[in-house]
């Protein structure tokens, strides 16, 4: 099943998918996907983010070589927002990237947890967009939190989808297209370290809990995106998520 999370009537709703793509309300009701007010179709725990995860986008940025171990760094909630959103692009910078992820949604607490059983552990998957920002890179990778947890420059979405649904996760189409135009085209069959190797490592130091997501790395196909631009990432058969690019800078939360 596909479960989602929009604000409507003044209330944050669950909702799951209905008939068309539709988003079905708690009392059956349909909205159009595209009416909906959408929010990150959970409330995650830890963000990880994996950088570098495929060979072939390490090198369409300069790497010569993917890392050995896995390169993970976090994200904070305010870097999350939902489908059909907006994301600030500053006037001031050169080049801005989307990236089309696969989300792996933790669903126990765990520790430890080898790499054949590392599927026990995962509750189900989402689309993301890990955008960044390359011009705010000091030493290329090191550091980059604000090249990447920048105020809603992490689409995810539209659904949270149970890991039942997904029976290879290791073989989905990773695509992104600017206006329209395809840009990205992968597979997570090409990941540098795969579902349960990331899980094997990140809880070989560290408990991992309910709600935790990690965001899996990109594809080759980065491309740089303008303000007005309407960015789509989709992970076959998990979700297409919709993004504008604006610029202007989001309102600043109220008190
Ligand atoms: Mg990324």
């Known amino acids: 099943m596909k479960h989602g999370r929009i604000r409507y ?19 059956g009701r349909l909205l159009d996907e595209a009416e909906a007010q959408w929010l990150p179709p959970l409330e995650f725990g830890t963000v990880f983010v994996l950088g570098l995860n495929y060979a072939d986008h390490a090198k369409e940025i300069a790497f010569n070589k993917a890392p050995e171990e896995p390169l993970v760094f976090l994200k904070g909630p305010n870097a999350l927002q939902g489908h059909r959103g907006k994301t600030w692009r500053p006037a001031d910078v050169d080049y801005m990237h989307f990236e089309c992820e696969l989300g792996v ?9 080898p790499r054949q059983r590392a599927y026990d ?37 539209p659904w949270f989808v149970d890991a039942a649904d997904i029976p ?15 840009k990205q085209d992968g597979n997570t069959r090409d990941m540098v370290h795969d579902i349960p190797a990331l899980i094997a490592h990140l809880s070989g130091f560290m ?9 899996t790395g990109t594809p080759v196909g980065v491309a740089d995106s303008k303000a007005g631009d309407e960015i789509v990432t989709e992970v076959e058969g998990v979700g297409r998520l919709v993004n504008t690019i604006a610029g202007e800078p989001p309102a600043p939360p109220s008190h």
Do not use: H, Q
């Not at 290879?168 to 395809?182: F, I």
């Not at 408990?207 to 965001?215: A, S, V």
């Open 207 to 215: 408990t991992l809990n309910p709600g935790d997501l990690i965001l």
């Open 105 to 113: 949604v933790i669903g126990k607490t765990c520790r430890n947890v």
């Open 121 to 157: 552990v995962v509750a189900g998957y989402c689309a993301a967009n890990d955008y960044a920002i390359r011009d705010y890179l000091e030493n290329f990778y090191r550091p980059n939190l604000r090249v990447k947890n920048r105020d809603g420059a992490t689409p995810v979405g």
């Open 9 to 27: 009537e003044g209330r944050v709703v669950e909702v799951t998918e209905g008939a068309d793509g539709r988003v079905r309300l708690p009392d």
């Open 168 to 182: 290879d996760p290791m073989n989905l189409r990773l695509r992104s297209w600017v206006n329209g135009e395809l």
